[in-house]
């Protein structure tokens, strides 16, 4: 029906189109311009959010002279110094205990989170709703009521400073909205389709790859994305229980900058670079960010 | 805390469909119950998760109650000893601790709220087909998508710097040599904190609101449409409830971040004039202070302010996800 299309759509083109509807003739009476106004207001509300991301690159790329220029230009003459800097600062370790951390915790995740998931929508436990909401009401619990313990604990058993240590913990962190998110995916498996594999006399292991895995990759494939986003993002805990052998990328950040002289293009560089495995992976998979996002509750 | 607010909310939910009927179908047959040796094979796959999750969260905060109960203080190790009830009685009148609280509350409320209308707005303005829809809402994605402590950093130094910022940059661009050099963070450090939290959390409620507007039955708005009923009167009596799940699903997992949040107060302000939220007490206190005691009793007293919190938001949240149709 193209009344929609007039709302819906791009105004400028359908909005003074005559609609048939039923034997009743339609006029539509909006304005051409008003779906050009909202077009234009989208474009501007986007490039505004876009505009601090797009100038942290720009400002990455210039001499510090450059970078603190007041007024501003849009366009200076391109400079690696920032990154230079940035580089010889270190940052490959931080990097690499990041990526070991996340990558790491996110596998462990997934693989005690899909057998629960399973527990709790194909063949549930009984009070399977009230496990699900402990899940996620251990996601309400704040990290800094249970810290303390965490870190005289690590301590007393020389687990500080230890990758390990950021591994166990960022697993449980993300546990619950995996399991949630699992849960939801598993619970649209077809029961007729499981019936019917059980009627052929498939086993669990044929089951599963054949009836529930087209169903549920998607599902994993968010939870992944997720958890490997907030683990990477983790400060609070990594700084607390790490120093310098484990220390983490967003940690290595806060210790980059100083307050002496400019700085501006070298903390751009930095930010960018720790920023970029996030931005590469949420491009890739704008949907399932979103599917991840709201726990599996939006598909 | 946990199982007093998840039992509750299992007594007052009840869901709608039998899932017990439905699923078990698949293995015995309906109606017949669950042998003991079945149910036992039905919890297995559930227990190393269930064990894991209980262990991290439930032991630590366990003895955090304990600690809070102790006089320790990390430098002076030979005064360690019970303290009754004297650390809670310090975090209630301490000055610092109260303010705490309230600004937690300020922060969190103010950024939910904020990016909730935001997002709202953004996601009806990308609801619709326009040239570049895809790229808008791309770009629309990314502040999200900046780590935290990078964004908080950006934030502080490439746009609220009273000297290099874009913002006082932009100012001076407009208005010229004269313009007003605003000391951002200096003058007005709670707003500026806000505002960084804003620009990313917006992005998280327009995407889950603009999946919600799309799954909206189109048909029906149509009808109404035809019918005559106005724009806005579509909007308030059909978009809005149709909206109501995703807008509460969104809030409920928003503040359960920013509640959290301790990157920007620590990156941006470092807890100075006023702005340190809990989680950025309990961290100084603990970490800075070395006062065990303190740091615990005031972890307490957030977990239970969270507990009175979440016994409605868990019951919210299981209205909503029964609502998904689970």
Redesign the interface.
């Known amino acids: 029906m193209s009344t929609s299309a007039s709302t819906r759509g791009d105004g400028t083109t359908h909005a003074t189109q005559t609609q048939k509807v039923g034997g009743r003739t339609f006029v539509q009476t909006k304005p051409p311009r008003r779906g050009m106004l909202l077009t234009i207001l989208a474009w501007v509300v986007g490039i505004l959010f876009f505009f601090p991301v797009l100038w942290m690159v720009l400002v990455s790329f210039r001499a510090e002279t450059d970078a603190a220029s007041n007024p501003p230009v849009l366009f200076a003459p391109v400079s690696l110094e920032g990154y230079r800097t940035f580089f010889a600062a270190g940052p490959w370790p931080p990097l690499l205990n990041s990526m070991t951390a996340s990558v790491v915790s996110t596998i462990l995740v997934i693989a005690l989170a899909f057998p629960a998931a399973y527990a709790l929508s194909i063949r549930p436990v009984k009070k399977w709703t009230d496990v699900l909401f402990f899940f996620l009401s251990t996601k309400m619990l704040p990290i800094v009521a249970g810290i303390l313990p965490i870190y005289l604990f690590a301590q007393a058993t020389n687990l500080l400073d230890n990758i390990w240590l950021l591994i166990i913990l960022y697993t449980s962190m993300n546990m619950p909205i995996a399991v949630w998110m699992l849960q939801s995916f598993l619970a649209e498996v077809p029961v007729e389709m499981l019936e019917a594999a059980q009627v052929d006399g498939a086993g669990l292991l044929t089951t599963l790859r054949q009836v529930v895995a087209p169903v549920v990759m998607p599902g994993i494939a968010s939870a992944a994305l997720i958890c490997f986003i907030f683990s990477w993002n983790e400060l609070l805990l990594a700084r607390v229980l790490t120093s310098t052998v484990a220390s983490t990328a967003p940690v290595f950040l806060t210790g980059f900058v100083t307050s002496q002289g400019l700085f501006l293009a070298k903390v751009c560089a930095a930010s960018f670079v720790v920023s970029l495995p996030v931005l590469a992976a949420g491009f890739a998979a704008q949907d399932k960010l979103v599917q991840g996002l709201s726990m599996g509750a939006v598909k | 805390?946990?199982?007093t607010?998840?039992?509750r909310?299992?007594k007052v939910?009840k869901?709608g469909t039998n899932?017990?009927q439905?699923?078990?179908?698949?293995?015995t047959p309906p109606r017949r119950r669950?042998t003991r040796s079945d149910?036992w094979?039905?919890?297995?796959?559930?227990l190393?998760?269930?064990i894991?999750?209980i262990v991290?969260?439930?032991?630590?905060?366990?003895?955090?109650i304990i600690?809070s109960f102790m006089n320790w203080n990390a430098y002076y190790p030979d005064e360690r000893g019970f303290a009754g009830f004297s650390n809670f009685a310090r975090v209630f009148t301490d000055v610092n601790a109260r303010s705490a609280v309230f600004v937690t509350i300020l922060i969190t409320v103010s950024t939910v709220l904020i990016s909730l209308v935001l997002g709202l707005a953004?996601a009806l303005?990308?609801?619709?087909?326009?040239?570049?829809?895809g790229?808008?809402?791309?770009?629309?994605?990314?502040?999200?998508?900046?780590?935290?402590?990078?964004?908080a950093?950006?934030?502080k130094?490439?746009?609220y710097?009273p000297?290099?910022g874009?913002f006082?940059?932009?100012l001076?661009?407009v208005l010229g040599e004269n313009a007003p050099q605003p000391d951002w963070v200096g003058s007005m450090p709670l707003p500026a904190l806000v505002a960084a939290l804003v620009?990313q959390w917006?992005?998280?409620m327009m995407?889950?609101l603009?999946?919600?507007l799309q799954?909206r039955p189109?048909d029906v708005v149509?009808a109404a449409?035809?019918d005559g009923a106005s724009?806005f009167r579509i909007f308030t009596s059909m978009t809005l409830p149709h909206l109501r799940q995703?807008i509460e699903?969104?809030t409920l997992?928003g503040t359960?971040y920013v509640?959290?949040n301790?990157?920007h107060v620590?990156?941006i302000t470092a807890g100075a004039t006023g702005t340190a939220n809990?989680?950025y007490f309990?961290?100084q206190t603990?970490?800075t202070a070395q006062d065990?005691g303190r740091?615990?009793a005031a972890?307490?007293v957030?977990?239970v302010g969270?507990l009175v919190?979440?016994m409605f938001?868990?019951r919210t949240?299981?209205a909503?996800?029964k609502e998904?149709g689970?």
């Open positions: 805390m946990s199982s607010s998840t039992s909310v299992g939910g869901p899932p017990e439905g699923r078990s179908g698949v293995v669950q149910s094979q039905r919890r297995i796959p559930l190393p998760a269930l894991f999750v991290m969260t439930q032991l630590p905060f366990l003895g955090t600690i953004i303005l990308l609801d619709r087909k326009f040239r570049g829809q790229i808008v809402r791309t770009m629309m994605i990314a502040p999200f998508l900046v780590v935290p402590v990078a964004a950093l950006l934030w130094h490439a746009l710097n000297e290099y874009l006082n940059g932009l001076t661009l620009w917006t992005p998280f995407l889950i603009l999946a919600g799954s189109l149509e449409r035809i724009e995703y699903l969104s997992l359960i509640v959290q301790f990157d620590f990156t809990l989680p309990i961290y603990f970490y065990y740091a615990s972890g307490v957030t977990v969270t919190v979440a938001a868990l949240a299981f909503i996800f998904e689970r």
